[in-house]
């Protein structure tokens, strides 16, 4: 079983919708992030919180510590929002110095 | 963007040759990481270093080696590669433990024939 599970793994939408994605994880963690990656590889992070919410631009991401669940939403999605995104966790179950992460969720947005 | 360079960026080798993939940070930041990433898998921890000849392993450690001999260089030795490590290899950087933002860098995809 993952420790980091992700929802839905794959997603299709059409430029302009509300776009949310889902992780729930369950242990206690220390803090969670959320990270995009293009096709083409590159890796990169896009919000690390630990409690409450963060906002950058069009992207938001949420997390319910009690319910060990976080959502990313994306508002007005452009087709350069396209990408893999991805959740992962530290904890100290895992050691406090590394990150375990999901598998991802494929975002698709169409023109 | 964080100064973190990997390289090479591809490898083609054969099963049972030594390789060593190299990362090199500008950003002298203390810890690095050392990733595999593959389909259905995600990324999974090979090894990682808290700081100059300081290192631990991660979930996926066997059959790799790695060595930090300084606080910018950490490498990543396949000492005797296999077809199952044929993967996507990310490094990453951090200014301290798992809590804070990590910064990636390209990648090296690595094919084992």
């Known amino acids: 079983k993952n420790e980091v599970e992700q929802s839905p793994q794959n997603l299709t939408a059409q430029e302009g919708e509300f776009i949310t994605i889902n992780c729930s994880y369950s242990?206690?963690?220390?803090?969670l992030h959320w990270l995009q990656q293009h096709p083409g590889g590159g890796i990169v992070s896009l919000f690390m919180?630990?409690?409450g919410k963060k906002k950058h631009g069009r992207l938001i991401a949420t997390i319910n510590i009690q319910e060990k669940h976080s959502s990313l939403h994306i508002t007005a999605s452009h087709p350069r929002d396209s990408a893999v995104y991805i959740c992962?966790?530290?904890?100290?179950?895992?050691?406090?110095?590394?990150?375990?992460f999901g598998t991802g969720t494929r975002l698709t947005i169409i023109p | 963007d964080a100064g973190i360079t990997q390289s090479p960026r591809h490898k083609v080798t054969e099963t049972g040759t030594p390789v060593t993939l190299r990362c090199h940070q500008t950003?002298?930041?203390?810890?690095m990481y050392w990733y595999r990433q593959d389909p259905g898998h995600g990324l999974r921890l090979i090894h990682y270093?808290?700081?100059?000849?300081?290192?631990d392993k991660g979930e996926v450690s066997d059959g790799y080696s790695v060595s930090r001999s300084k606080t910018e260089d950490f490498l990543l030795t396949l000492e005797s590669a296999t077809s199952s490590q044929t993967s996507v290899y990310f490094c990453?950087?951090?200014?301290?433990?798992?809590?804070?933002?990590?910064?990636f860098g390209p990648g090296t995809r690595l094919t084992v024939l």
């Open positions: 990453a950087i951090s200014e301290a433990s798992g809590d804070t933002e990590q910064f």
């Open positions: 950003e002298n930041h203390r810890y």
């Open positions: 270093s808290y700081g100059v000849k300081d290192t």
């Open positions: 992962a966790v530290t904890s100290s179950n895992f050691g406090n110095e590394k990150l375990t």
């Open positions: 919180l630990s409690s």
């Open positions: 242990v206690g963690i220390s803090a």
